[in-house]
C-alpha cells in the first residue's frame, strides 16, 4: 500500500467516524467542523505528496517531511488553547451562576423574596383574549 492510499484510507475513515458520532449526538457540529478540517488536510496532504516539498520550500524549512509534524503540533496546541477558552468560560458562567442562586436562596429564607405579578402568571390563553 503506498503512503498516498494509506492516508487517504485514514482521511475517509476519520471522517466517517466523526459524521457516525454527530449522528449519534456524541459529539456536536462545532467540534466535528474541526475533525473534518483534520481529516481534508490529511487527505490533502496524502493524495499530494509534492505538496509537502512545495510549501517547504516555500517556508524555508530544509527538511520537508517535518513540515506536517510542525503543522500538527500547532494546531494541538490552538485547539488545546481552544479548549481552555471554553472550559475558562463555562466555569465564570458556573460560578455566576451559583452566586445567583445563593442571593435567591437567602432572599427566599429571609422572606423577602420578590411576590409574583398576578400579570406574569397569566396563561398565554388570557393574553390574548385580552388583546382582542
Given at each position: 500500500?503506498?503512503?498516498?492510499?494509506?492516508?487517504?484510507?485514514?482521511?475517509?475513515?476519520?471522517?466517517?467516524?466523526?459524521?457516525?458520532?454527530?449522528?449519534?449526538?456524541h459529539l456536536h457540529g462545532n467540534h466535528a467542523l474541526w475533525w473534518?478540517?483534520?481529516?481534508?488536510?490529511?487527505?490533502?496532504?496524502?493524495?499530494?505528496?509534492?505538496?509537502?516539498?512545495?510549501?517547504?520550500?516555500?517556508?524555508?524549512?530544509?527538511?520537508?517531511?517535518?513540515?506536517?509534524?510542525?503543522?500538527?503540533?500547532?494546531?494541538?496546541?490552538?485547539?488545546?488553547?481552544?479548549?481552555?477558552?471554553?472550559?475558562?468560560?463555562?466555569?465564570?458562567?458556573?460560578?455566576?451562576?451559583?452566586?445567583?442562586?445563593?442571593?435567591?436562596?437567602?432572599?427566599?429564607?429571609?422572606?423577602?423574596?420578590?411576590?409574583?405579578?398576578?400579570?406574569?402568571t397569566a396563561s398565554a390563553g388570557d393574553r390574548a383574549a385580552e388583546?382582542?
Amino acid at each position: 500500500m503506498t503512503a498516498a492510499i494509506t492516508a487517504a484510507v485514514i482521511a475517509v475513515l476519520l471522517a466517517g467516524s466523526i459524521l457516525y458520532l454527530v449522528r449519534r449526538d456524541h459529539l456536536h457540529g462545532n467540534h466535528a467542523l474541526w475533525w473534518l478540517v483534520v481529516a481534508a488536510a490529511i487527505l490533502a496532504l496524502g493524495v499530494f505528496p509534492g505538496a509537502i516539498d512545495w510549501l517547504g520550500r516555500l517556508t524555508g524549512i530544509s527538511y520537508p517531511p517535518v513540515l506536517p509534524i510542525i503543522l500538527g503540533i500547532g494546531m494541538i496546541l490552538l485547539r488545546l488553547l481552544k479548549l481552555d477558552i471554553d472550559r475558562s468560560r463555562a466555569e465564570r458562567q458556573m460560578r455566576r451562576l451559583t452566586q445567583k442562586i445563593a442571593i435567591l436562596e437567602q432572599e427566599l429564607r429571609e422572606g423577602r423574596a420578590t411576590p409574583v405579578q398576578p400579570e406574569a402568571t397569566a396563561s398565554a390563553g388570557d393574553r390574548a383574549a385580552e388583546d382582542a
